[in-house]
Nanobody
Framework: QVQLVESGGGLVQAGGSLRLSCVAS????????VGWFRQAPGKEREFVAA????????YYADSVKGRFTASRDDAKNTMYLQMSSLQAEDTAVYYC????????????????WGQGTQVTVSS
């Protein structure tokens, strides 16, 4: 079992940037695939980015590619999402997640979730 706690959300003007962090419990963080998801008001939760175990592969949703950068520091049991050129459409609750399963770009494959952190982008 792993527990995840994300932080770093807040209010930012369009064009600005934020960095989200997610700290995981346990000693086997490096064996998990990790991902970022977001849920905007009135919409379903959607995939944002993911990094495989051992950082073999990194994936991004088309909507954030070129603007967001996901990374992980296994020595610190921490994953990050650097968000730049933020737009109003990026406003959402952002969640980090972890899974031992092989598929990491689908929401329903994740076993462990953080509680979410609010990101609000003003126009």
């Amino acid at each position: 079992q792993v527990q995840l706690v994300e932080s770093g959300g807040g209010l930012v003007q369009a064009g600005g940037s934020l960095r989200l962090s997610c700290v995981a419990s346990g000693r086997t963080f490096s064996t998990y695939g990790v991902g970022w998801f977001r849920q905007a008001p009135g919409k379903e939760r959607e995939f944002v980015a993911a990094i495989s175990r051992s950082s073999v592969s990194t994936y991004y949703a088309d909507s954030v590619k070129g603007r967001f950068t996901a990374s992980r520091d296994d020595a610190k049991n921490t994953m990050y999402l650097q968000m730049s050129s933020l737009q109003a459409e990026d406003t959402a609750v952002y969640y980090c997640a972890a899974t031992r399963r092989y598929i990491i770009t689908r929401l329903n494959e994740y076993e462990h979730w953080g509680q979410g952190t609010q990101v609000t982008v003003s126009s």
